[in-house]
T-cell receptor, first 114, second 107 residues
Framework: SQTIHQWPATLVQPVGSPLSLECTVEGTSNPNLYWYRQAAGRGLQLLFYSVGIGQISSEVPQNLSASRPQDRQFILSSKKLLLSDSGFYLC?????????????FGPGTRLTVL | KNEVEQSPQNLTAQEGEFITINCSYSVGISALHWLQQHPGGGIVSLFMLSSGKKKHGRLIATINIQEKHSSLHITASHPRDSAVYICAVKRRGKIIFGKGTRLHILP
């Protein structure tokens, strides 16, 4: 069966510090991978999606970046965090070819920028 | 106006009541998802619909493509159903989320 992991679960960082959130998927190959953010009081927002190693599409201009160094690893990064980067970050995966389009979400990382 | 609108925003009901959450969208879509977000933040995908109706346990989801409307029903609601329910539509490879409906079931 497939599982998706995210770490850390919670993170408190000062403004201007770097960020690295990691997401890994087990039990499937060649997935589509997604990073979402849910800011307090707001809905889910798609930040990045990837259809393969090294292939990243950005949905929203911001100071965040994403990388996919391996097939089942998706990393969200920032060089300098802003207060507005606080939120709940969710990674998700879906089957790339011939799937039902269902996305499976990870447990999330709650980021607080002080 | 948001492309995906959910109603109500908040709903409190007694255990056992029949619950309906609505989702309307204004764009052409290829699929619609219903998601459940638990108080801790974890998200579970409940249904993916492109037409008709789906049922899983006490949950029923319907979609009317012509009217651009979907409903999520919960029968015999229980306090453990308390969560935020999110509607999301897929359009041209992109996913657009509603803001969610916060459901609280009282014992």
């Amino acid at each position: 069966s497939q599982t998706i992991h995210q770490w850390p679960a919670t993170l408190v960082q000062p403004v201007g510090s770097p960020l690295s959130l990691e997401c890994t998927v087990e039990g499937t190959s060649n997935p589509n991978l997604y990073w979402y953010r849910q800011a307090a009081g707001r809905g889910l927002q798609l930040l990045f999606y990837s259809v393969g190693i090294g292939q990243i599409s950005s949905e929203v201009p911001q100071n965040l970046s994403a990388s996919r160094p391996q097939d089942r690893q998706f990393i969200l990064s920032s060089k300098k965090l802003l207060l507005s980067d606080s939120g709940f970050y969710l990674c998700a995966w879906s089957v790339r070819w011939g799937g039902t389009d269902t996305q499976y979400f990870g447990p999330g990382t709650r980021l607080t920028v002080l | 106006k948001n492309e995906v609108e959910q109603s109500p925003q908040n709903l409190t009901a007694q255990e056992g009541e029949f619950i309906t959450i609505n989702c309307s969208y204004s764009v052409g879509i290829s699929a619609l998802h219903w998601l459940q977000q638990h108080p801790g933040g974890g998200i579970v995908s409940l249904f993916m619909l492109s037409s008709g109706k789906k049922k899983h346990g006490r949950l029923i989801a319907t979609i009317n493509i012509q009217e651009k409307h979907s409903s999520l029903h919960i029968t015999a609601s229980h306090p453990r159903d308390s969560a935020v329910y999110i509607c999301a539509v897929k359009r041209r490879g992109k996913i657009i989320f509603g803001k969610g409906t916060r459901l609280h079931i009282l014992p």
